[in-house]
């Protein structure tokens, strides 16, 4: 196997491991979600009078938490970056969601096996993890993640294409994926996935930086 530089693992675990933990998104579920967008009040005649309200002993509706595809909408056009940081968070928390105890308790034993620098046990337990719930993207993102770490290009990129056919959006994975072939020369390639995950997630700010340097070349590029 190729071995890879440093920086390219670091950059890439940054990106594809940014997801929070079990334990963290268990301790910020759903309460802590932003709530959808309000309704804009329905207008009338200017001097039409509202009816008077009734009294109620029902306790107040509790706000609808926003669904994933608004939270997406939100972090691709705001401007603000606390903003976007509370979207993202968000966002991670729900990827991590698998629906499986089970298989929360092997995916966090597979975390702690990076950590650990046990990339084999890591490997076997996400193994474990999408045998178990094969739909769930965040597993086929983090073994793509341990499998670069371990310079396997091939099957880091495999794993990569069932995240993405599974979370188009997934900027970790689509940041990943522009790493991966950057380093192994297919500049042009790298350039469209960085500029995918931008679009989903504009607050990616290394990733800003790198297409910045590369823009002048690519796009005086003929395609």
């Known amino acids: 196997m190729r071995a890879h ?16 933990s079990p334990a963290t998104w268990a301790q910020n579920a759903t309460p802590g979600d932003p709530p959808a967008p309000a309704r804009p ?3 009338g005649p200017p001097d039409a009078k509202a009816p008077a309200a009734r009294p109620s002993n029902k306790p107040p509706a509790t706000p609808r938490a926003a669904t994933t595809d608004e939270l997406f909408e939100r972090l691709a056009s705001t401007k603000d970056e606390s903003e976007a940081k509370g979207l993202v968070a968000t966002i991670e928390r729900r990827w991590m969601r ?3 105890d089970t298989a929360d308790l092997l995916m966090s034993r597979a975390l702690d096996a990076v950590k650990a620098d046990d990339q084999p046990l890591a490997i076997e337990l996400l193994d474990r993890v999408i045998a178990l719930r094969p739909e769930w993207a965040e597993a086929w993102n983090k073994r793509a993640t341990v499998f670069f770490m371990m310079g ?9 294409e069932e995240v993405l056919a599974r979370e188009p959006r997934h900027y970790g994975a689509l940041a990943g994926l522009g790493v991966i072939l950057q380093s192994t020369g297919d500049t042009k390639r790298a350039y469209d996935a960085f ?15 790198t297409v910045e340097k590369l823009a002048p070349e690519m796009e005086g590029r003929d395609i």
């Open 195 to 209: 500029k995918k995950a931008l679009a989903v997630n504009p607050f990616l700010d290394e990733l800003k930086s």
């Open 41 to 43: 009040p329905a207008s």
């Open 152 to 160: 396997d290009n091939t099957r880091s990129m495999a794993d990569i």
């Open 98 to 100: 698998s629906g499986s």
């Open 5 to 20: 530089s440093t920086v390219l693992t670091a950059v890439l675990a940054a990106f594809m491991f940014s997801a929070a």
